[in-house]
């Protein structure tokens, strides 16, 4: 099946062609980024009005880097939640207004599935269960992942998501926006040990997260230094903080392996393209023999690819949704176990 994928949650206008789930035959990502930069954040009405000038265009290109036209189009998938729901809404319009003028079938994916499923695009012989992390601006969600469609909560952050955090720190030391890839970046020049900052572990047998006592911890560190920062201290206090977020976050990942007694693990989400993420991930579950997966960077920000891969899946499964279809910005995935506090 060749299903047209639809994704427009937050501040990416993207959208994708895959056959049969797995083999993307063109996927088009087009970044607000540049309208945001100036407010430190994404402007939730800018968004709106940016997805409006760009949703045709991008589906147009789309089509025609995979040298097809709505004609070729077996079904349309599009994010339907979570996230900003003037974003959410534009892309829906357009993808029921597709469906029925083609005639074609719906189905509205739940974003987070698709990050945690992004994996089958490049490992399709991976087999369930996993342990699963989508870490991202906007959420840091663990998950026992049993199967496809059947996933287990386990926990996700009480205050700011890890991308947040890593925003939030590079603009308190004026180094841009988003700040991901900038600290990214920087940090590899730097000492990640010249600053012991607070790693917030929760209760070990919770698989909550807190990242906002390591972001307040980095601007009591700058108000202390009284704007004395030269650029290799900076360095050093961006890889301390980049090393105790990573920490946190390959622990909770290994904990989580072996509560769940599952030797494989999936992170995925912007921030799981940070390179000491995926370092001492990959260090970490070899001494714990746990196999770990992440996408290719282009694959862990959001995009369409993942969409389409989801909605397949459910489309030919018979399950689609109807043209009343609506944005759900706060929509949850999976069964929230015991120890998690939402
Ligand atoms: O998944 P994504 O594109 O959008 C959301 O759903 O949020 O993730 C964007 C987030 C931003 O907070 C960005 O700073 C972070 O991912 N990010 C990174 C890196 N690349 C993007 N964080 C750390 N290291 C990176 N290399
Ligand atoms: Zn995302």
């Not at 993207?14 to 402007?43: E, P, R």
């Not at 714990?288 to 690819?305: G, H, K, Q, R, W």
Request: some cysteine; aromatic content about 6%; overall charge neutral.
């Amino acid at each position: 099946m060749i299903v047209l994928g639809i994704e427009s949650s937050c501040d990416e206008t993207a959208a994708a062609v895959v056959k049969d789930g797995k083999k993307i035959l063109s996927n088009v990502v087009s970044s607000q980024v540049d309208f945001h930069k100036k407010y430190g954040g994404v402007v939730p009405e800018i968004a709106s009005r940016k997805h409006v000038e760009s949703i045709v265009p991008v589906i147009k290109e789309v089509l025609g880097e995979a040298k097809l036209t709505l004609d070729n189009i077996e079904g349309i998938a599009v994010t339907r939640g979570p996230g900003l729901v003037g974003s959410l809404l534009i892309g829906i319009s357009v993808a029921k207004s597709i469906a029925y003028a083609k005639n074609l079938p719906l189905i509205g994916v739940n974003h987070l599935e698709g990050h945690l499923n992004t994996i089958f695009l490049e490992e399709t012989d991976l087999e369930f269960p996993f342990v699963g992390l989508v870490v991202s601006g906007g959420h840091t969600n663990l998950y026992h992942v049993r199967a496809m469609g059947d996933y287990d909560f386990l926990g996700q952050t009480r205050d700011d998501a890890a991308g947040e955090a890593f925003d939030k720190v590079a603009k308190l030391l004026g180094l841009g926006y988003p700040g991901g890839a900038i600290i990214d970046k920087m940090a590899k020049d730097g000492n990640a040990a010249a600053i012991n900052f607070p790693r917030a572990i929760i209760a070990k047998d919770s698989f909550d997260f807190s990242f906002s006592g390591i972001k307040t911890a980095v601007l009591h560190y700058i108000k202390r230094q009284d704007g004395d920062i030269n650029n290799g201290h900076a360095k050093d206090i961006v890889a301390s903080f980049q090393e105790a977020v990573v920490d946190v976050l390959v622990t909770k990942v290994v904990q989580a392996a072996k509560r769940c007694k599952v030797d494989k693990a999936v992170l995925a989400g912007g921030v799981a393209a940070n390179s000491r993420l995926r370092e001492k991930m990959a260090i970490q579950s070899e001494k714990e023999d746990i196999e770990v997966f992440i996408p290719s960077t282009y694959l862990c920000t959001d995009n369409a690819a993942m969409i389409a891969s989801v909605g397949d899946y459910y489309l030919e499964k018979g399950i689609t949704s109807p043209l009343t279809l609506n944005a759900s910005s706060r929509l949850p995935l999976g069964k929230r176990l015991g120890n998690s506090t939402t």
